[in-house]
């Protein structure tokens, strides 16, 4: 059976803004009206990065809109999200963010068999002369694969 991986939202521009050099999937603590929220796809991260702190690495700057039927109880939503990793990968992860140049950015976000998960980027950030050259390369195996599509129809 294929395991249930529905993607709700992805960083597109940490693509284009950041060479990404190991990627970690973790779980997001959520709380009740958070999980229906992000289920809805109402989630905002532009500009969010995830920070270690006691140990622990918590996401910033996550907007999670609060849910249109819920109660009073609602709950905050630009609250920092703790994620879930094992403590040998957040130890990993912080010796590579300690060096220089390397941030924590948040890759995409789905739901895997019912539950939310995040991928985690440790990127290191592209200069102006870098992303030139990925639109560059773009462009290139665009019109190598216009060229080769045109070849097999004649």
């Given at each position: 059976m ?29 709380l009740g009206t ?9 989630i ?7 920070e ?14 609060e849910?249109?039927?819920s ?16 403590r ?10 300690e ?30 002369f ?21 070849g097999?129809?004649?």
């Open positions: 294929s395991e249930g991986k529905k993607i709700i939202a992805e960083n597109r521009k940490a693509r284009f803004d950041y060479f990404i050099d190991e990627t970690y999937e973790c779980g997001i603590e959520l958070e999980v229906k929220s992000v289920k809805n796809g109402s905002s991260f532009p500009d969010s990065f995830a270690i702190i006691n140990g622990e690495i918590f996401v910033k700057n996550f907007h999670i809109t849910y249109s039927y109660s009073i109880f609602n709950h905050n939503p630009d609250r920092p999200k703790k994620l879930l990793l094992h040998e990968e957040i130890k990993r992860i912080a010796r590579r963010v060096a220089k140049g390397y941030t924590l950015i948040p890759i995409d976000f789905y739901l895997k068999n019912g539950r939310v998960k995040m991928t985690l980027g440790v990127c290191r950030g592209k200069k102006q870098d992303k030139r050259a990925t639109i560059k390369d773009r462009d290139v195996q665009r019109d190598i694969q216009r060229e080769f599509k045109n097999m129809n004649s």
